[in-house]
């Protein structure tokens, strides 16, 4: 019977393995996992158990990506107390608590609720988050716990990087120490809500990148944050929430926003034909990432050197420290203000709005009401637009020095400085002069352009006709046999029409402008240059009849009425050239004149 009982024990054991190991998701109260089992999210996208980083003994409880060979760790639970062997356990409590035991029962981490559980389990979602819930309660409102609010070093698609402020939950990225130690680093990633919330990289205390504060497109400080096929994003700012979050464009596509060990945010994408996750962006970029790095009023310019100097109207600091590349001293004004004489503003555009954790906003404010309001507070020294979609709107207020500004080759922004009234009218005027030089340039370049073009053109129309000329005088030349020329033609009782006329006319008895043809030779339409329209016949150069019996014969024809006839105009006698000129007729029938004179 003992013997029996062990056997019922054992297969009730090796098949809760089994079902826990092949894709269940879900742990009720009082299931242990062990080290060697695991849960599986539904989709399978995601997977939770113990691991051991690359080059460590220490076993952990964390979440992984499945589906790929590099199974990148997203989140840990027992990060700062791990396990020195396999003898760890996860559990949930009937109280609704997550809890990572050791071999002696003893508690090395555990989840928080502040609710009173009913039925609790825990669920791993196709997310990657970890959820504690009431039975099947799938509202994320009433969870009473998950592990999205409480980020390690990775944010993952719809996950909060932000503020409740309701409850004071502050959901922020801290690196890992090293790649084999998931334990707190010395970096964390988050939301700044003071002033205009921006989101700064800081180590320690110590503020090391700063985002800039949103502009209703990006932060100001990411100039790479435009529509791209990998993610969208959006920031929230509320009476309960202040939070940045981003969603996947293609939900087969894996992407991760990573805080490394070393301070960098940087995003990763997996990519399956190299079997490795390949870095797609990062938000620090260059050495003018760095947090003021050319101190208060000063702008760091990344393509010139050296890269810092001070804003106009202001003079470094230490001048003797500015020349040795020592900038954190910074800059300041070359004119004191006078807000009692009055200031002055002055446009600073392309760059990375200044630190704003001691600022004002209001977003119901236009910018001239907000010049208006920075002008009438001697402590305000520069506005701008909160939100620079739809063509502007609301109020940011500085009220202190501008700190960590930097300038951007594209996506920048623009902003006002206070300035003395010298100042700001010297600047003013001497903008204006650029400006007014420049568009001077302008319109002597314009100028210039249209001299040269008429040029082109009249030399263009000038060679057209040389050439239109020489080749009329080449084929008359051409058909100039010593006998009459159109200058020695005999008068004859019917009007005369120079050679020069009928090809200019006819635009050289261009093949376009032919109607038919007859025995005697082709028939061209012709336009004079009074407009009257002509049909041109032109003698064939092989006909048989001579210019004797040509002119008896125009002669005869001119005397002639008969309705069948087309009106004959004139005659044209050049040379070997011998042509009739008839009224144009677009509606008749080309037979009654192009065989009314059979030559």
Not at 31 to 43: F, N, Y
Not at 272 to 290: L, M
Not at 463 to 484: A, I, P
Request: charged share 20%.
């Amino acid at each position: 019977m003992g013997a029996l009982v062990r056997v019922v024990v054992i297969f009730t054991y090796v098949f809760s393995l089994l079902r826990i190991s092949t894709g269940v998701d879900t742990i009720t109260v009082n299931q242990l996992i062990t080290d060697a089992e695991t849960i599986t999210s539904a989709g399978g996208s995601f997977e939770l158990g113990f691991f051991s980083p690359a080059n460590s003994k220490h076993r952990y409880l964390g979440i992984w990506y499945k589906k790929v060979s590099n199974r990148a760790v997203v989140w840990v639970a027992n990060r700062e107390n791990p396990l020195n062997d396999s003898s760890g356990v996860l559990k949930v409590t009937s109280q609704g608590i997550l809890v990572v035991l050791d071999g002696a029962n003893k508690t090395l981490w555990s989840s928080t609720s502040s609710r009173p559980a009913q039925d609790p389990n825990a669920q791993l979602l196709d997310s990657g988050n970890l959820v504690m819930k009431n039975g099947n309660d799938g509202n994320p409102e009433n969870f009473l716990w998950q592990s999205f609010d409480y980020p390690c070093n990775t944010l993952l698609p719809g996950m909060k990087l932000g503020w409740n402020r309701v409850t004071g939950l502050d959901r922020y990225l801290s690196s890992w120490k090293s790649a084999d130690d998931p334990s707190i680093g010395t970096f964390t990633y988050g939301i700044d809500p003071s002033g205009s919330p921006q989101i700064f990289v800081r180590n320690g205390s110590a503020v090391t990148f700063r985002s800039g504060p949103w502009n209703g497109i990006r932060f100001s400080g990411y100039p790479h944050f435009t529509p791209n096929p990998v993610y969208t994003y959006d920031f929230v700012l509320n009476e309960k929430e202040i939070y940045f979050i981003y969603y996947l464009v293609n939900s087969s596509l894996l992407s991760r926003l990573v805080l490394t060990p070393e301070g960098y945010a940087q995003r990763f994408t997996w990519i399956d034909e190299k079997g490795e996750w390949v870095q797609y962006s990062s938000v620090q970029k260059d050495d003018c990432d760095n947090y003021a790095i050319c101190g208060a009023n000063g702008i760091c310019k990344i393509d010139q050197s050296p890269k810092c100097e001070c804003m106009k109207g202001f003079r470094p600091k230490f001048q003797s420290n500015w020349d040795m590349a020592d900038w954190s001293n910074g800059c300041v004004r070359s004119t004191p203000l006078d807000c009692q004489k009055g200031d002055g503003f002055v446009k600073l555009s392309g760059v990375k709005l200044p630190d704003t954790r001691t600022s004002w906003f209001n977003e119901s404010l236009n910018l001239k009401e907000c010049a208006s309001l920075c002008l009438r507070n001697c402590s305000c020294t520069a506005y701008v637009n909160s939100n620079i979609s739809g063509g502007g709107s609301g109020c940011l207020l500085w009220f202190d020095d501008l700190i960590d500004i930097r300038e951007f080759a594209e996506n920048g922004q623009e902003f006002y400085v206070r300035m003395s009234a010298s100042e700001s009218d010297a600047f003013s005027s001497t903008n204006s002069s650029s400006k007014k030089k420049q568009k001077h340039v302008i319109v002597i370049s314009i100028s210039i352009t249209g001299i040269v073009l008429l040029i082109l053109v009249l030399t263009w129309y000038m060679l057209k006709k040389m050439k239109q000329q020489l080749k009329r005088k080449g084929y008359m030349e051409h058909n100039s046999d010593g006998g009459e020329t159109c200058e020695g033609q005999e008068r004859l009782e019917l009007p005369l029409f120079e050679l020069a006329t009928l090809l200019n006319a006819t635009n050289n008895f261009s093949s376009d402008n032919k109607l038919g043809e007859g025995g005697f030779g082709p028939v061209y339409k012709g336009i004079l240059e009074d407009g009257e329209e002509i049909a041109v016949k032109r003698l064939s150069k092989t006909s048989r009849q001579g210019l004797k019996e040509f002119k008896n014969e125009v002669e005869s024809i001119a005397k002639l009425q008969h309705r069948n006839l087309v009106k004959l105009l004139g005659c044209c006698i050049c040379g070997r050239e011998k042509m009739l000129i008839y009224e144009y007729l677009p509606n008749k029938s080309l037979d009654l004149f192009i065989f009314g004179l059979a030559l």
